[in-house]
């Protein structure tokens, strides 16, 4: 039956989403977002919305602070990709995979989180990491009538892609769960193939 189930599971990749799981709802609440500068002190707000470019945003319902992405083509660009993989895994994945990361070697999750915990982004130089599935789509917001489906006000540059979770797919741990933000649908695919990531931390 495995290869049956994995061969549906390609094939979804290309389908139209409604074949996939369910999407997210609603959305994180701008009114319990407080934007972060690159030390972790919080942005003043100006008609609900942060007076300047965030680096993190803090999420005071969910107690997570997560990445922000830049558009600059240094390390947190938005437009980098990266094959999952964590050496601790039953099943690593794919280490200094064939995604397009800043420096152009180690485009993988690991070395991602490992170079982000060690610039400090906003303040803390451990404890960033992938995000769960589940804690993925708490900031997706499939309300919105237009893409990606996220709070671009707190969370600009956001690509309407895929982003990875650090989540196996239970059926075959070969794929991993990822969260399409063009809609907030979650899927899984091959840990081997680049996508879009952003990070997260708790916040103390």
Same mark, same amino acid.
């Given at each position: 039956?495995?290869? /049956?189930?994995? =061969?549906?599971?390609?094939?979804?990749?290309?389908?139209?989403?409604?074949? /996939?799981?369910? &999407?997210? =709802?609603?959305?994180?609440?701008?009114?319990?977002?407080?934007?972060?500068?690159? !030390?972790?002190?919080?942005?003043?707000?100006?008609?609900?919305?942060?007076?300047?470019?965030?680096?993190?945003? /803090?999420?005071?319902?969910?107690?997570?602070?997560?990445?922000?992405?830049?558009?600059?083509? @240094?390390?947190?660009?938005? #437009?980098?990709?990266?094959?999952?993989?964590?050496?601790? $895994? $039953?099943? &690593?994945?794919? $280490? #200094?995979?064939?995604?397009?990361?800043?420096?152009? !070697?180690?485009?993988?999750?690991?070395?991602?989180?490992?170079?982000?915990?060690?610039? +400090?982004?906003?303040? %803390?130089?451990? +404890?960033?990491?992938? &995000?769960?599935?589940?804690?993925?789509?708490?900031? +997706?917001?499939?309300?919105?009538?237009?893409? &990606?489906?996220? #709070?671009?006000?707190?969370?600009?540059?956001?690509?309407?892609?895929?982003?990875? =979770?650090?989540? #196996?797919?239970?059926?075959?741990?070969?794929? $991993?769960?990822?969260?399409?933000?063009?809609?907030?649908?979650?899927?899984?695919?091959?840990?081997?193939?680049?996508? %879009?990531?952003?990070?997260?931390? @708790?916040?103390?």
């Amino acid at each position: 039956m495995r290869p /049956h189930v994995v =061969s549906v599971l390609i094939c979804l990749s290309a389908l139209p989403l409604a074949l /996939h799981a369910a &999407p997210a =709802s609603g959305g994180a609440d701008p009114a319990q977002l407080i934007p972060l500068d690159e !030390s972790g002190s919080p942005i003043t707000l100006i008609n609900g919305l942060p007076s300047a470019t965030p680096s993190c945003i /803090h999420d005071q319902v969910t107690g997570l602070i997560w990445e922000v992405k830049r558009d600059d083509d @240094q390390l947190r660009d938005k #437009d980098w990709t990266y094959t999952w993989h964590n050496p601790e $895994a $039953a099943n &690593p994945g794919l $280490a #200094d995979g064939n995604g397009g990361c800043f420096g152009g !070697s180690r485009c993988d999750t690991a070395k991602f989180v490992a170079d982000v915990n060690a610039v +400090g982004l906003c303040g %803390y130089h451990s +404890g960033w990491r992938l &995000p769960s599935r589940k804690e993925l789509v708490t900031i +997706g917001h499939s309300g919105r009538f237009s893409s &990606p489906q996220i #709070d671009q006000g707190f969370f600009p540059n956001t690509v309407n892609g895929w982003y990875w =979770s650090r989540d #196996d797919w239970a059926p075959d741990n070969g794929y $991993a769960w990822l969260v399409l933000f063009r809609d907030g649908y979650p899927n899984a695919d091959l840990k081997s193939k680049p996508f %879009y990531i952003r990070l997260v931390h @708790q916040a103390p």
